[in-house]
């Protein structure tokens, strides 16, 4: 098993190319981290959470995690010795346009661009004073993809993950993988803690946010993920992330 590593978690901002990884680490303070360009997955052994670019992740100190890229990616990370959100798990935060606009400034180094006046610490703690305002107001949201802990559970989803577009029922995929559905329904709340159709759809909005990033229309992102048409895919990636797919794409 490689070595875990421990790194800083500093303030700035990192460029990662289209299908670029950041391998398992871990940071002493907290850390903000928010896709300015291109989607960014964070994983943790918990699961996975999706940033678009009205997305943030939160990722409390000394949590094990992994980046991964999907389009070419700019990597908006901001560290922080204190815990303004009181949360103690990653989650992921609405990013408004206000604080979209302050994460950028505050990790772009703006002032040290050619004719601009440097920075004084007096500026620089007022930015970030507001930039803490808007994070305690940021609503956590739903683009949390848990991990399976039990086998025949685990078995269920990696056969979706292998093909989102997988229409099975819980009971034809349960005879695949040596469960019925009464047992399959009971793991997805104990060790989901969700339903199986919510789980597909997460996992399918996931996957949507990966195919768009990569290019792909959104007609053929609706039918790679299993959508019964594209309007359908429209209506819930819209009512999930706030914006349609097609403004994701672009």
Same mark, same amino acid.
Request: hydrophobic share 40%; net charge negative; aromatic share 6%.
């Given at each position: 098993?490689?070595?875990?590593?421990?790194? %800083?978690?500093?303030?700035?901002?990192?460029?990662?190319? $289209? !299908?670029? +990884?950041?391998?398992?680490?871990?940071?002493?303070?907290?850390?903000?981290?928010? *896709?300015?360009?291109?989607?960014? =997955?964070?994983?943790?052994?918990? #699961?996975?959470?999706?940033?678009?670019?009205?997305?943030?992740?939160?990722?409390?100190?000394?949590?094990?995690?992994?980046?991964?890229?999907?389009?070419?990616?700019?990597?908006?990370?901001?560290?922080?010795?204190?815990?303004?959100?009181?949360?103690?798990?990653?989650?992921?935060?609405?990013?408004?346009?206000?604080?979209?606009?302050?994460?950028?400034?505050?990790?772009?180094? $703006?002032?040290? +661009?050619?004719? *601009?006046?440097?920075?004084?610490? *007096?500026?620089?703690?007022?930015?970030?004073?507001?930039?803490?305002?808007?994070?305690?107001?940021?609503?956590?949201?739903?683009?949390?993809?848990?991990?399976?802990?039990?086998?025949?559970?685990?078995?269920?989803? +990696?056969?979706?993950?292998?093909?989102? $577009? %997988?229409?099975?029922?819980?009971?034809?995929? !349960?005879?695949?993988? #040596?469960? =019925?559905?009464?047992?399959?329904?009971?793991?997805?709340?104990?060790?989901?803690?969700?339903?199986?159709?919510?789980?597909?759809?997460?996992?399918?909005?996931?996957?949507?946010?990966?195919?768009?990033?990569? #290019?792909? =229309?959104?007609?053929?992102?609706?039918?790679?993920?299993?959508?019964?048409?594209? =309007?359908?895919?429209?209506?819930?990636?819209?009512?999930?992330? !706030?914006?349609?797919?097609?403004?994701?794409?672009?």
């Amino acid at each position: 098993m490689p070595e875990i590593r421990h790194s %800083d978690a500093s303030t700035g901002i990192l460029p990662i190319p $289209a !299908g670029g +990884e950041v391998d398992a680490h871990w940071h002493d303070q907290h850390q903000i981290v928010y *896709a300015g360009q291109g989607v960014l =997955s964070v994983t943790t052994d918990a #699961g996975s959470w999706i940033a678009p670019a009205n997305r943030a992740i939160w990722i409390p100190a000394r949590t094990v995690h992994e980046h991964r890229a999907y389009g070419d990616t700019a990597l908006h990370t901001i560290g922080l010795t204190e815990n303004p959100l009181a949360l103690e798990e990653p989650s992921a935060l609405l990013v408004s346009p206000l604080l979209r606009e302050l994460i950028l400034t505050y990790t772009s180094g $703006a002032d040290e +661009e050619e004719g *601009a006046a440097p920075a004084v610490p *007096a500026e620089r703690a007022r930015l970030r004073g507001v930039l803490l305002d808007q994070l305690r107001r940021s609503s956590q949201l739903p683009t949390y993809l848990p991990t399976p802990r039990d086998p025949r559970l685990a078995a269920l989803c +990696e056969l979706l993950h292998n093909d989102p $577009a %997988d229409n099975r029922t819980l009971t034809e995929l !349960g005879a695949h993988v #040596g469960a =019925s559905e009464r047992t399959l329904s009971r793991l997805c709340r104990s060790d989901l803690g969700m339903t199986f159709p919510q789980w597909r759809t997460q996992l399918r909005l996931h996957t949507a946010l990966r195919l768009l990033a990569a #290019g792909d =229309s959104v007609t053929r992102v609706a039918h790679q993920t299993g959508w019964a048409s594209t =309007s359908a895919f429209i209506d819930t990636f819209k009512r999930s992330f !706030g914006h349609t797919p097609g403004a994701s794409r672009a």
